[in-house]
């Protein structure tokens, strides 16, 4: 079977994929701060390691889903994302099913994919470069 007409929706699958990511990724923020949509499993007031991990997951989080600065802002949750997966799933167990790590690992991942391939349709940056474009076109 031959797929290569999906070819055609990369760019839209790419902002989708980005665009659901980043609402996930935002979700893990609002538990920590706002106890939004469940409160933080923690008691008491947040160490300052899960106060930096919040703040990245909020920031680069909104900057991914409106297509800002994405390469960046998705490189960064990543390094987020690996260094939470070793620091507190990894050390529990070698494997991901075994230590609860699979989300960190996936988000990883796809946090480093959208940093080389950047934000796709729908983006900030997308309607700058098209703006710039026609500004060209008009000189």
């Given at each position: 079977?031959?797929?290569a ?133 008009r000189?």
């Amino acid at each position: 079977m031959d797929f290569a007409w999906l070819s055609r929706w990369q760019p839209q699958l790419l902002a989708l994929l980005r665009i659901v990511t980043a609402l996930l990724f935002i979700e893990h923020a609002t538990v920590k701060f706002f106890a939004f949509p469940t409160a933080f499993p923690m008691p008491g007031p947040l160490p300052p390691l899960l106060l930096a991990a919040g703040a990245i997951e909020l920031i680069a989080g909104g900057l991914v889903l409106i297509g800002l600065w994405t390469r960046l802002a998705a490189f960064i949750a990543a390094g987020e994302m690996a260094v939470a997966y070793w620091m507190m799933h990894g050390a529990n167990n070698f494997w991901p099913i075994a230590n609860g790590g699979e989300g960190a690992i996936l988000f990883c991942f796809i946090f480093l994919y959208i940093a080389a391939a950047g934000p796709g349709a729908w983006s900030v940056e997308g309607t700058r470069m098209q703006s710039r474009m026609g500004e060209v076109e008009r000189t």
